[in-house]
C-alpha cells in the first residue's frame, strides 16, 4: 500500500506507543498513589503541549476529536450578538456551527485564487471591527495547506475572540498564541503521530466559556498525544516533505503533461510542503480515487471530514475553481510513513491509472 492521505491521518509512532503502555491506568482523579501518578503524567503532557505553543497564559481542555473542539471553542460564537466572521475555508466543524446555532448570517472573509484570505475585504470600517465579537481563521488548510495569515486577524478586529484551528499546523510550522493573537486555538493528536480519539482546545485565561464537564482524563491517549509533540521537529520534518514533494511532482510530471491532463491548484509559495491539490483534467475524483485505492494507493477527494456529501469541496469553489474542476481534483498529503522511493512508485501509478481512465 501506498498511503498518501497524512492530512487524513497519520499511524502513531513506535514513541508513542511505548510511551501509551508506560502510561499510569488508574484514574487521575482519585486521591491514591497510582492516580496521583496518572494525574502528573498529563499534567507533564500537557505542560508538553503549552510549552510548544507559547501557550502558558491559557489552560488546555482535552476532548475527543478537534472538531469537537471547535465545536467548543464556537460556545463564544453562540453568544455573540451580530454575525461572526470566519473565513470560508474553515472546517466544517466551524462552518456547520455556525448554521446550528442560527448564525448563518456569518460575515465571510475575502479570499484569494492563491488560496489565501484577504483581510482586509470587507473591513475597512476599522471603528465597526471593533464591535465584531468572535473570528475564526485556520491556521493552516487541511485540503490545500495554505498558511493563512491569523496574525492580522487580531490587527483588524482587536475585540473579537479570535479562534484559530491549528489542527493541520501542528507539526509543519511554528505555533505561537502570542504572535498569533489566538485567544483559542484546537489541536489534534492523529495528524502528527499520536492516536486518535484525542484532541484539545487551548483557551486564554481571560476567556470564559460554558464549557461542560468532560468526564475522566483519557490518561493513555493524553500522554500518547504529549510524546507526539514531544518528537516534533518541525525544520527536518519540513525539509523532509519539501523533498518528497518535489520527487513526486517531478515524477508526475515527467509522465503527465502539466496544464492539459494535471495542475496544480495552489503555487508551493502559498502552502506547507506536502499537501498536493491537484485537478486532474477529465477524470471525476471519486471515480480516480477509487480506481486508485484498486491499486493500492491511497489518497483523498478533500477532508474525510466531508466525504458523506455529493457536492464540491466548499474549499475549492471558495478559491474560484468552477464546479467539474472541483470535482476532478484530489487531494495527496505525504508524511513519514512515505519514502522517496515510494514517492516516485506513487507518481508512476497515478500516472498510469490517469491514462488508463481516459485511453
Same mark, same amino acid.
Request: a negative charge; charged letters at 15%; one cysteine or more.
Given at each position: 500500500m501506498l498511503y498518501l492521505d497524512h492530512n487524513a491521518t497519520t499511524p502513531a509512532s513506535l514513541s508513542v506507543l511505548k510511551a501509551m503502555v508506560n502510561a499510569r491506568w488508574a484514574n487521575p482523579n482519585s486521591l491514591y498513589c @497510582?492516580? /496521583?501518578? #496518572?494525574?502528573? @503524567?498529563?499534567?507533564?503532557?500537557?505542560?508538553?503541549?503549552?510549552?510548544? /505553543?507559547?501557550g502558558a497564559a491559557g489552560k488546555l481542555y482535552w476532548c475527543q476529536s478537534g472538531s469537537m473542539a471547535n465545536y467548543l471553542a464556537m460556545l463564544s460564537a453562540e453568544k455573540s450578538r451580530i454575525a461572526p466572521v470566519v473565513s470560508p475555508i474553515e472546517h466544517k466543524s466551524i462552518l456547520t456551527n455556525c448554521t446550528e446555532y442560527g448564525l448563518d448570517v456569518c460575515v465571510p472573509l475575502g479570499m484569494g485564487n492563491n488560496g489565501i484570505i484577504?483581510?482586509?475585504?470587507?473591513?475597512?470600517?476599522?471603528? &465597526?471591527? &471593533?464591535?465584531?465579537e468572535f473570528v475564526a481563521c485556520m491556521y493552516v488548510n487541511n485540503e490545500i495547506g495554505t498558511v493563512q495569515p491569523v496574525h492580522r486577524m487580531?490587527?483588524?478586529?482587536?475585540?473579537a475572540h479570535l479562534h484559530v484551528d491549528a489542527v493541520q499546523a501542528l507539526g509543519k510550522i511554528p505555533i505561537d498564541v502570542e504572535t498569533l493573537g489566538a485567544d483559542s486555538l484546537t489541536l489534534s493528536a492523529h495528524k502528527i503521530y499520536g492516536p486518535k480519539g484525542i484532541a484539545c482546545l487551548w483557551v486564554r485565561d481571560r476567556i470564559e466559556l460554558p464549557i461542560p464537564y468532560l468526564g475522566?482524563?483519557?490518561?493513555?491517549?493524553?500522554?500518547?498525544?504529549?510524546? #507526539?509533540?514531544?518528537?516534533?521537529?518541525?525544520?527536518?520534518?519540513f525539509s523532509e516533505l519539501l523533498e518528497k514533494e518535489k520527487t513526486f511532482l517531478n515524477e508526475l510530471y515527467d509522465n503527465l503533461s502539466y496544464g492539459t491532463e494535471v495542475v496544480s491548484n495552489i503555487p508551493s509559495s502559498y502552502r506547507v510542503p506536502g499537501t498536493l491539490s491537484?485537478?486532474?483534467?477529465?477524470?471525476?475524483?471519486?471515480?480516480?480515487?477509487?480506481?486508485?485505492?484498486?491499486?493500492?494507493?491511497?489518497?483523498?477527494?478533500?477532508?474525510?471530514?466531508? &466525504?458523506?456529501?455529493?457536492?464540491?469541496s466548499h474549499v475549492l469553489t471558495a478559491i474560484g475553481l468552477g464546479k467539474e474542476a472541483a470535482k476532478n481534483t484530489i487531494r495527496v498529503?505525504?508524511? &513519514? #510513513?512515505?519514502?522517496?522511493?515510494?514517492? /516516485? #512508485?506513487?507518481?508512476?501509478m497515478i500516472s498510469k491509472a490517469y491514462k488508463e481512465l481516459t485511453s
Open positions: @497510582q492516580g /496521583i501518578k #496518572a494525574h502528573q @503524567q498529563i499534567i507533564e503532557a500537557e505542560n508538553t503541549i503549552l510549552e510548544h /505553543i507559547n484577504d483581510p482586509n475585504y470587507g473591513f475597512y470600517d476599522s471603528e &465597526k471591527n &471593533k464591535g465584531v487580531r490587527t483588524l478586529f482587536p475585540n475522566t482524563p483519557a490518561t493513555q491517549l493524553i500522554i500518547g498525544f504529549g510524546q #507526539a509533540v514531544k518528537d516534533i521537529s518541525i525544520s527536518s520534518y491537484l485537478q486532474f483534467q477529465g477524470v471525476n475524483a471519486d471515480i480516480f480515487t477509487m480506481h486508485l485505492d484498486s491499486m493500492g494507493v491511497c489518497v483523498s477527494t478533500g477532508s474525510a471530514c466531508s &466525504k458523506n456529501t455529493s457536492e464540491p498529503s505525504l508524511g &513519514k #510513513a512515505i519514502t522517496t522511493v515510494n514517492c /516516485i #512508485a506513487a507518481a508512476n
